[in-house]
């Protein structure tokens, strides 16, 4: 796999959390309509007072006007050292990035109204609006209103393109992945069945893809290579994971998932090799059983892990495909491995 990154697992940025019926819709609905569909309240309070100014910028001369405004939302920063940036691709408002560093981590955005943009436009609803899907995460800080623009958070990232949006991996695929209220029940529900299992914890690979295993068929031995996800785990997790890795990571096919016939093969040999004798077949087979299960941990957490590689790496994969992937085939045979029992 990839180099992960040091970063903890964010929240799922694809899902907004479930919210209560708001008692009194305030979104700018008409009453009757509010009463027949409902309204969804937001986690934090939606009108946070959000700071107006009594200031009026010069369309055709933004930064003077843009400059007060900082002052007021970044007195820290230095005026000689802010630096302005112009967009210019809308064409109802006028836009400018105001910011100091060179990644432009923290950068104040001043929009400008177009001229008589309030004929078609009702600013009012627009700052609700803004205000409500912020408080959801779908939207980037509001900073202050002030008498013909707002300013508001810079969000990092491309703007697209016509060439961009035709691409389906980027409107295809994230109501594909589980809701991050889903993800934690199915974390707790694995650590409970999974505990259960009396697996012994051995030094495993935890990453037995099948290019990170070297056959020397001159000497005829196999070794492993790439220790970097290496440590004590569950010795069934290390196997069920390994099975998984038939499926493959550019072309995943579960099809090649080995069948129970090969398996037993499988696991027959490995604890001969651990014993120095030969398992008895109740021991074999309470050992596939411990495995199919903890394949289940193998998808569960390279599913998470590519959802972190999704946001941080920039690496050439489709991690959220990959990360869809590996969910859905959990869920697939999780039933199936439900009813596997585990020989007394």
Same mark, same amino acid.
Request: glycine residues 4%; proline residues 7%; contains cysteine.
């Given at each position: 796999?990839?180099?992960?990154?040091?970063?903890?697992?964010?929240?799922?940025?694809?899902?907004?959390?479930?919210?209560?019926? +708001?008692?009194? +819709?305030?979104?700018?609905?008409?009453?009757?309509?509010?009463?027949?569909?409902?309204?969804?309240?937001?986690?934090? %309070?939606?009108?946070?007072?959000?700071?107006?100014?009594?200031?009026?910028?010069?369309? *055709?001369?933004?930064? %003077?006007?843009?400059?007060?405004?900082?002052?007021?939302?970044?007195?820290?920063?230095?005026?000689?050292?802010?630096?302005?940036?112009?967009?210019?691709?809308?064409?109802?408002?006028?836009?400018?990035?105001?910011?100091?560093?060179? *990644?432009?981590?923290?950068?104040?955005?001043?929009?400008? @109204?177009?001229?008589?943009?309030?004929?078609?436009? *009702?600013?009012?609803?627009?700052?609700?609006?803004?205000?409500?899907?912020?408080?959801?995460?779908?939207? %980037?800080?509001? @900073?202050?209103?002030?008498?013909?623009?707002?300013?508001?958070? @810079?969000?990092?990232?491309?703007?697209?393109?016509?060439?961009?949006?035709?691409?389906?991996?980027?409107?295809?695929?994230?109501?594909?992945?589980?809701?991050?209220?889903?993800?934690?029940?199915?974390?707790?529900?694995?650590?409970?069945?999974?505990?259960?299992?009396?697996?012994?914890?051995?030094?495993?690979?935890?990453?037995?893809?099948?290019?990170?295993?070297?056959?020397?068929?001159?000497?005829?031995?196999?070794?492993?290579?790439?220790?970097?996800?290496?440590?004590?785990?569950?010795?069934?997790?290390?196997?069920?994971?390994?099975?998984?890795?038939?499926?493959?990571?550019?072309?995943?096919?579960?099809?090649?998932?080995?069948?129970?016939?090969?398996?037993?093969?499988?696991?027959?040999?490995?604890?001969?090799?651990?014993?120095?004798?030969?398992?008895?077949?109740?021991?074999?087979?309470?050992?596939?059983?411990?495995?199919?299960?903890?394949?289940?941990?193998?998808?569960?957490?390279?599913?998470?892990?590519?959802?972190?590689?999704?946001?941080?790496?920039?690496?050439?994969?489709?991690?959220?495909?990959?990360?869809?992937?590996?969910?859905?085939?959990?869920?697939?045979?999780?039933?199936?491995?439900?009813?596997?029992?585990?020989?007394?």
């Amino acid at each position: 796999m990839a180099v992960p990154p040091s970063a903890p697992v964010p929240c799922s940025p694809f899902y907004l959390r479930r919210q209560a019926l +708001c008692p009194q +819709c305030s979104w700018g609905m008409e009453e009757k309509a509010a009463a027949s569909v409902g309204c969804w309240e937001p986690p934090e %309070p939606p009108r946070a007072a959000v700071p107006c100014f009594g200031v009026t910028v010069d369309q *055709d001369d933004i930064l %003077p006007g843009a400059l007060r405004l900082i002052r007021e939302l970044r007195p820290h920063w230095k005026p000689e050292q802010v630096r302005t940036k112009r967009f210019k691709d809308g064409i109802t408002n006028k836009l400018v990035a105001c910011y100091v560093e060179e *990644d432009m981590r923290d950068c104040v955005l001043v929009r400008v @109204y177009g001229e008589r943009t309030e004929l078609l436009v *009702d600013r009012e609803n627009e700052v609700r609006n803004f205000q409500l899907l912020r408080a959801h995460g779908c939207a %980037p800080r509001l @900073y202050c209103t002030f008498q013909n623009g707002l300013c508001y958070e @810079y969000m990092q990232g491309v703007a697209l393109g016509p060439e961009h949006i035709r691409e389906p991996n980027l409107f295809s695929l994230s109501a594909d992945v589980p809701k991050v209220e889903v993800l934690g029940q199915e974390l707790a529900w694995l650590k409970e069945h999974l505990s259960q299992l009396e697996s012994p914890v051995v030094f495993c690979h935890n990453d037995l893809l099948c290019k990170n295993i070297i056959y020397d068929s001159i000497k005829g031995h196999v070794r492993f290579i790439d220790y970097e996800y290496a440590g004590y785990n569950y010795q069934a997790f290390d196997i069920g994971n390994h099975f998984n890795e038939f499926a493959g990571v550019n072309e995943v096919d579960y099809c090649r998932y080995p069948d129970r016939e090969i398996q037993l093969q499988w696991l027959h040999y490995y604890l001969e090799a651990q014993k120095g004798a030969a398992p008895t077949p109740r021991e074999v087979e309470r050992l596939y059983a411990q495995v199919n299960k903890f394949a289940l941990a193998s998808h569960f957490f390279w599913g998470l892990w590519a959802l972190i590689q999704n946001q941080y790496s920039t690496i050439s994969f489709d991690f959220l495909r990959y990360a869809v992937i590996r969910f859905s085939q959990y869920f697939k045979v999780k039933p199936q491995v439900l009813a596997l029992e585990m020989p007394k």
